[in-house]
C-alpha cells in the first residue's frame, strides 16, 4: 500500500515538499552545536546528508557548524513546504538561532506540516515521540535510539560517535516521509500545493465529492471531497 501512495497523480506544477530533521548536540542554540541536518524531497528516493566533518572547518573547530546551517539554507530557501516532527519547536528555531549567530541571510517563511501536532490533536498513544508513533503505526523504517555516551562522545569529534548520528538522522527523515504519507488525511491545514480545482494537500485532480459541508456561519452550500490518491479531505463551493 505504501508503494502506491508514493506513486499518486503529481500536481499541475512541481512543488517542492521538503522532510528534513537536524541532530545536535544540545537543546538550544547557545550550548549546542548542529551535527547534521538530513533531508530529502517528497518522492526522491535518497536521503541527503549535511555532516559537520565534512567541512574542512571542522580540524579547526569541532563547534564551527556555520557552514552546514550555510549549505542547509540553500536547500530550505527553496522548498515550498517543509515537513518536520517538532520543528516548530525545536529544529526551525535552532537552525534561524544558528542562521542570526553566523550572520547569514534570514531564511523565509516556509509553510510547515508540524506531524507531532497532528498527532497530539488526532492520536491517543502513551508518548508522542517519533519513535513511539512509528512503532505504533507499522511504519517500515524504523527510528534507531542513540545512547547518552554515543552523544558525548560525538560531541567531541568521534568519528565512529558521528557515523552513529548521521545513520540515526538518515533513518529519521525516512520515518519522517512514511509518517507524513500516514496521516497526510489528518492534517486539517496542510499548505496548498495544487492549484484550486486540486488536491491541496498532494496535488491529484482526482476529487470525488462526498456529501455536503455543513455549516451554521457559510452563506453558500459547501460540499465534502475526498483526494483519491492522498486520501485528504477538503470543503469547496
Not at 533531508?39 to 556555520?66: M, R
Not at 530557501?77 to 538561532?97: C, E, F, H, K, W
Not at 506531524?115 to 505504533?136: A, E, M, P, W
Request: charged share 30%; aromatic share 8%; proline share 4%.
Amino acid at each position: 500500500m505504501k508503494a502506491s501512495m508514493k506513486q499518486q497523480s503529481k500536481p499541475s506544477h512541481e512543488s517542492k515538499i521538503l522532510l528534513w530533521d537536524i541532530e545536535a548536540t544540545g537543546l538550544v542554540a547557545d550550548f549546542a552545536t548542529i551535527l547534521c541536518i538530513g533531508w530529502k524531497l517528497l518522492g526522491e528516493k535518497e536521503v541527503h546528508l549535511l555532516t559537520i566533518d565534512s567541512y574542512k572547518e571542522f580540524e579547526k573547530d569541532k563547534t564551527n557548524d556555520k557552514p552546514l546551517i550555510k549549505d542547509f539554507l540553500k536547500v530550505y530557501n527553496s522548498a515550498d513546504v517543509q515537513v518536520t516532527y517538532n520543528g516548530t519547536r525545536y529544529d526551525v528555531p535552532m537552525i534561524l538561532s544558528k542562521t542570526l549567530e553566523h550572520g547569514l541571510e534570514v531564511p523565509p517563511n516556509v509553510p510547515a506540516c508540524d506531524l507531532y501536532f497532528t498527532v497530539k490533536h488526532n492520536l491517543k498513544l502513551s508518548r508522542k515521540s517519533l519513535q513511539n508513533v512509528g512503532y505504533y503505526l507499522k511504519l517500515s523504517d524504523e527510528k534507531t535510539p542513540v545512547e547518552g555516551k554515543i552523544w558525548r562522545k560525538a560531541a567531541t569529534g568521534d568519528k565512529k560517535s558521528l557515523q552513529y548520528i548521521y545513520t540515526h538522522c538518515k533513518q529519521d527523515v525516512l520515518v519522517l516521509e512514511d509518517l507524513y504519507l500516514k496521516i497526510r488525511p489528518l492534517i486539517r491545514r496542510h499548505p496548498r500545493v495544487g492549484e484550486v480545482r486540486e488536491c491541496s494537500a498532494c496535488g491529484s485532480s482526482r476529487l470525488h465529492r462526498r456529501g455536503r459541508a455543513l455549516s451554521t456561519t457559510a452563506k453558500t452550500d459547501r460540499y465534502r471531497y475526498q483526494c483519491q490518491d492522498c486520501s485528504s479531505w477538503s470543503t469547496r463551493p
